[in-house]
């Protein structure tokens, strides 16, 4: 794509991505790198993965606009400003095209738990990160949080886009069980940290995952508001509060 024509795309209020679009509007925005700016990956891996989140942003816009029927692989290309055949060459269908977003939203608690004091036990780090990523106005925009809710709704009535859904979550628990793993093997100084192998760390990653988890997508299936006493903050951390007696010291 020329400058010229990104510009004018750019400037589209039509096309979602552009300056006007009601996917900027809407917040997703602040995800729009997603892994385009992860340290480590090459020039060409950051453009492929920029690339990949385009179209996502692009393809949520139309789903929000039209209805995931009525939105169709070529017009997510043509919304995005690449080839049909560029499509095809990330993606295989059209739901599959919301899998950046999906884990870029995931993988912000995951690397939030990461990032919370070290001095914080594993409970402490979980509500520590629900509330760093999921506070509207701290962590996320509003207009994110609406977008959350809208895309997971029309997830629940789809089985191949809640499958991508799932697959994202997945993906995010293998990150929190890294960071679990890590955060254990500092706090015990070296490898007698990890005595009890990996398993638990998955364990624990899946365990606070699914109360995360659960709690977003009961918010999203309710009207309440993001910032409310029933939001996906204070769900979250209910939720971990009822774990209270998981052994999170085993991990």
Known sequence: MTGTNRAARASDPRVPGGSSSAARAGGLDEVRSGAAGAPGLSLTERRKAATRMEIARAAAGLFMRHGLRATRAEDIARAAGVAPRTFYRYFAGKEECLAPLFSAGVEKWAEAVRDAPADLSV?????????????????????????????????????????????????????????????????????????????????????????????????????????????????????????????????
Do not use: I, K, N, Y
């Open 123 to 251: 409970p402490e780090a979980l509500r520590h990160a629900v509330v760093r990523t999921l506070t509207p106005g701290v962590g996320v925009r509003a207009e994110s949080m609406d977008w959350v809710r809208a895309l997971l709704r029309l997830a629940e009535g789809s089985p191949a886009l809640l499958r991508v859904w799932g697959e994202a979550c997945q993906g995010a628990e293998r990150t929190l069980a890294r960071v679990l793993e890590a955060r254990a093997f500092a706090a015990g100084g070296g490898a007698g940290a990890l005595a009890g192998g990996r398993a638990e760390f998955r364990l624990g990653a899946a365990v606070a995952g699914a109360a995360v988890r659960v709690a977003v997508e009961a918010w999203a299936a309710g009207d309440e508001p993001a910032d409310g006493p029933a939001g996906p903050v204070a769900l979250a951390v209910g939720h971990l509060e009822a774990l209270r007696d998981f052994p999170w010291g085993t991990v």
